[in-house]
DNA sequence: CGGGCGCCTAAGCGATTGCTTATCGCCCAC
DNA sequence: GTGGGCGATAAGCAATCGCTTAGGCGCCCG
């Protein structure tokens, strides 16, 4: 019984699915198969079963649940505490769906960091529905994007979600529009458009869109310059779409009930179990320092550029 | 950081000392030590240093005791959550000090077995300074012998405690003896009698016995057996030799304060944390069955008789 | 009923674990 | 100054871990 395959467990066990976990955790898939099968031989129970929708707990693997989610949170704590006592550089990871990943969270962490000594900072993306896991198994410390239950969230910051299209695009010289008016269309989005938590994913659900008309990018970067190229309409955060606006390579396209007020959010455990780098961050976004920060990334990366669709990426 | 470097650290802070735990594990001192080293690497802490006496825990190692100790409680509750959920035998770790264990501990968890059901005991022996930290790191469930603070105690059983000696003993015919001038005697005892937080051992501590004069048996039994022969004196369970008093092979020295009354206590966790089976044992000792079982090795066992001195006995 | 999704097993690999015995090094006590 | 107690280190070994790729098997959905 290790460290490691109680951990694989309690992913599979929380996000219902082998898959899930695996990717959460970064490894192939019969990796967490493999930590898996020597945990239900160990302990001489299949813990999780498969059943026609994902995976259904054992008695025994129900009971296991929270003592396995125990002890890695432990081990965490541990290495936390050992870092503290030896004065080493505070950990601080965080993740971030797509889209605040891209454009919001690392102005916010680098003008943290500058400002609250040496602090390790990672920024990971990851889709709305794992982030609670992530959190309450303390893969990460912070989780930037929608709002979140069973933890606590706070709002970060606020946008407007507009459509954009690029400039010869059928519907950019339209008048008026519904917001029907575009199930048809091809959407251009990144991850986040594929993941039904966030705004922009429950705005295509709700909309109806065919999977196959919906494009995902690695970085909403790249889906609005292939609408700009004409390819089809994309989300737009309203200041972040602003210097492209003026140049007239993106149109906000005139649709009914847009633009959309949304709130990002901060999320992470309780202040209890929080780490002291998690509460000093929560703060931090209080301050002005915040605010300017993450406003300060409207035009500073141009459509054309973005960052290949890593998992997580490192960054000091 | 795999749990089994973690408790060797644990046992290493809480006994003081690298080599006890080692005893304590029933492995070599260089796995422990060995165990210790990858830990410290991986966390980049000393965790203990040496001192003059034992060793003394640096500021990380202080913060990482209780979470690991933690760690190490969790990982047996999981295996026990499991095994109670599969109704798989349960499982009941005894340790006794080494008379606990020769006379009483074995017809008592007889008796408790074969009422109870189903359950796995194992019996080890141990000195009453690791006792407590068998029982708050797990590896132990319930403790047979002195009452240990910091822990929940009952008197399970009181005895009377004697100076015996063989018939031909220069002072098997006295009339009346003072305690201390048995100081300068030769004293058999078994491993309770190098024990100095046990009575037969705060007896010796007291008379100021010179380590060269106590000779360590494997057992109660094979001391007594020497005192028969006439190589010393040896403290008596007074309802155990009374067999071999009747027979005339040990006479009872007529010292001043003896019989001395003496309890013997279970021990064990707080009721929260305590396992059910050590629950279940804990009130059988009330019962007649327990009081009848544990007063029932009078005579069964032959003074020349004794098992060998392992440190964990395995039984059925 | 075929295809695909999702989990499991197999095979193989390098690194680590966990243990041993043997030896060294330190420090205190005699 | 010199054992002896105690911890660290070395060397060596089998077993396990943790990961990969490749492929099989069951099952829902089209």
Chains 1, 2 share one sequence.
Request: aromatic fraction near 4%.
């Amino acid at each position: 019984m290790t460290l490691t395959q109680l951990e694989a467990f309690v992913l599979v066990a929380r996000l219902g699915s082998v898959r899930a976990a695996a990717r959460v955790l970064g490894v192939s898939e019969p990796a967490v198969s493999g930590a898996l099968a020597a945990l239900r031989q160990h302990l001489g129970d299949p813990l999780v079963e498969r059943t026609p929708r994902g995976m259904d707990l054992t008695p025994g693997g129900q009971r296991l649940v929270p003592i396995a989610s125990q002890m890695v949170n432990l081990a965490v704590e541990a290495e936390d505490a050992i870092r503290r006592a030896r004065g080493a550089p505070e950990l601080l990871r965080v993740v971030a769906t797509s889209t605040v990943a891209e454009y919001v969270a690392r102005p916010l962490l680098n003008a943290f960091t500058s400002r609250h000594g040496p602090i390790e900072a990672t920024l990971g993306v990851t889709t709305a529905a794992e982030m609670p896991v992530l959190l309450t198994e303390r893969l990460a410390d912070v989780g930037l994007g929608p709002s979140l239950t069973d933890l606590e969230a706070k709002p970060m910051m606020r946008y407007r979600l507009v459509v954009v299209a690029g400039k010869r695009h059928g519907l950019a010289r339209a008048a008026h529009l519904e917001l029907s008016a575009l199930a048809g269309q091809d959407w251009l989005v990144d991850a986040s458009g594929a993941d039904p938590a966030t705004e922009i994913g429950m705005l295509l659900s709700r909309l109806r869109v065919p999977e196959g008309r919906i494009r995902v990018f690695p970085s909403l970067s790249a889906a609005w310059a292939a609408a700009a190229d004409g390819e089809g309409v994309a989300p737009g955060v309203a200041h972040l779409v602003a210097s492209d606006v003026e140049r007239g390579r993106l149109v906000p396209l005139p649709v009914a009930g847009t633009p959309i007020d949304v709130l990002w959010h901060v999320n992470a455990l309780g202040a209890d179990r929080r780490s002291s780098v998690a509460t000093r961050l929560w703060r931090f976004l209080d301050t002005p320092h915040a605010m300017q920060a993450m406003h300060r990334a409207d035009g500073s990366l141009p459509v054309s550029r973005f960052r290949p669709p890593v998992y997580v990426t490192l960054w000091s």
